[in-house]
């Protein structure tokens, strides 16, 4: 009940500071959810990720040894085929993400999930820092029954452990879009990196990264 609480005051909060977009993001599930196809090549897994400005996500993942085809995009929405300006105004549901291809052989579910818990607060609903909405929530989008066990047997765990000092928001749910977002989205860091935005928010969070996960990068 406390848990339930907690989780109800961060969605209060949440609904003031969005308004009417966030009311639009709960009705999601009343309405019918479009569906994409994902082909997986031999020997090969997917993920797709939410934890925050895909931009940052993109930076980290790009690194890691065993990733390959890193694109950023849309996911978990109620319309097909989104805008960057439709996401970030809150209303279609679809949540900023990173999906890629990773070869279990080299790259297990379970180090992603230890690097995705480690690179963002997953307490905080609908926002990471400055950056708020729904469509910067903290999200697994599972490919398989067992992407969906791992995900759950470690959030679970986190909590137990009480790594954090509020629970853990992260939306665990079944794959069931992606829309690859704009050209100038992909690649972003490496091409813009001495923005404001780079410099101030993602740069810092890929430095910290690699000197954490120095052993898993290529």
């Known amino acids: 009940m406390k848990f339930l609480l907690i989780l109800l005051s961060f969605s209060f909060i949440s609904l003031l500071a969005n308004g009417q977009s966030q009311n639009q993001y709960n009705e999601k599930n009343m309405q019918e959810i479009p569906k994409t196809n994902v082909e997986i090549p031999e020997g090969y897994e997917m993920a797709t990720l939410g934890s925050g400005c895909f931009w940052c996500i993109e930076a980290i993942y790009q690194e890691l040894n065993g990733v390959d085809k890193v694109k950023s995009g849309y996911s978990g929405g109620h319309i097909a085929s989104p805008t960057y300006r439709q996401v970030t105004n809150g209303t279609t549901g679809h949540a900023e993400v990173i999906q890629f291809l990773f070869d279990p052989k080299i790259l297990t579910f379970s180090v992603i999930l230890e690097i995705f818990w ?18 910067y929530r903290s999200a697994v989008f599972y490919h398989s029954d067992s992407q969906k066990q791992e995900a759950e047997f470690f959030k679970k765990k986190l909590d137990d452990a009480g790594a954090f000092n509020r629970p853990i928001v992260t939306e665990i749910t079944p794959f069931s879009n992606f829309y690859v977002a704009e050209d100038y989205h992909q690649n972003y860091f490496k091409d813009n990196g001495m923005q404001p935005y780079c410099q101030i928010v993602v740069r810092p969070k890929v430095e910290k990264f690699k000197k954490v996960f120095a052993e898993k990068l290529k």
């Not at 480690?118 to 469509?135: E, F, I, M, Y």
């Open 118 to 135: 480690s690179t963002h607060d997953p307490t905080t609903l609908n926002r990471q820092g400055a950056d708020v909405g729904p469509q």
